[in-house]
């Protein structure tokens, strides 16, 4: 209806405005919902994560000890890859790398390169001495391997990187170095 040249606005319902948005139900419904899904989420979001410190970790052992190859070339030298103990989850043995490592000069001990480790992984070297890369840059001798696990054993997360006799690294999941 036009009066005067203007519109005379119309009055809706109270009807109407109730029925835009959620009830009390729906939206305590929706809440459950949506609970019931991130609690199936979470564990699977802990070990994607997880799973992804532990190949970071291997990755970059990986790349450190092509990278100490070549500098053992380079430098006509023998080089040592050598675990670090300074942090607060490092175990009592000598093996054990969880730390981190640094690649060093044999003869005077000058350290190259060093690599922490900023996660609490299980990192372990299979023997006690320290890794020799030659100056011909071959790494260590047949048999040698690093295990490299999660330290939430229900997540079963592991890798193990294993060196064969031709100075070769190749990885696999879990921790032995069958074939």
Request: charged share 20%.
């Amino acid at each position: 209806m036009q009066s005067l040249g203007f519109f005379t606005p119309h009055i809706r319902p109270a009807k109407a405005l109730i029925s835009k948005g959620f009830t009390l139900v729906e939206l305590l419904i929706g809440l459950a919902v949506l609970s019931v899904m991130t609690s199936f989420a979470i564990p699977s979001w802990q070990r994607l994560q997880e799973r992804n410190r532990v190949e970071a970790a291997r990755d970059q052992l990986i790349n450190d000890l092509q990278t100490a190859r070549v500098r053992a070339l380079q430098r006509g030298e023998t080089l040592q890859l050598t675990p670090m103990r300074d942090c607060t989850w490092h175990n009592a043995t000598n093996n054990d790398w969880s730390c981190g490592w640094q690649l060093v000069v044999k003869t005077n001990q000058a350290v190259l390169h060093t690599s922490q480790q900023h996660t609490p992984l299980q990192l372990m070297f299979a023997k006690t001495d320290p890794l020799e890369i030659s100056q011909r840059g071959d790494l260590g001798t047949v048999g040698d391997r690093w295990i490299i696990k999660s330290r939430q054993s229900w997540l079963n997360i592991a890798y193990v990187l294993c060196l064969n006799s031709a100075s070769r690294l190749r990885w696999q999941s879990g921790e032995s170095c069958s074939n």
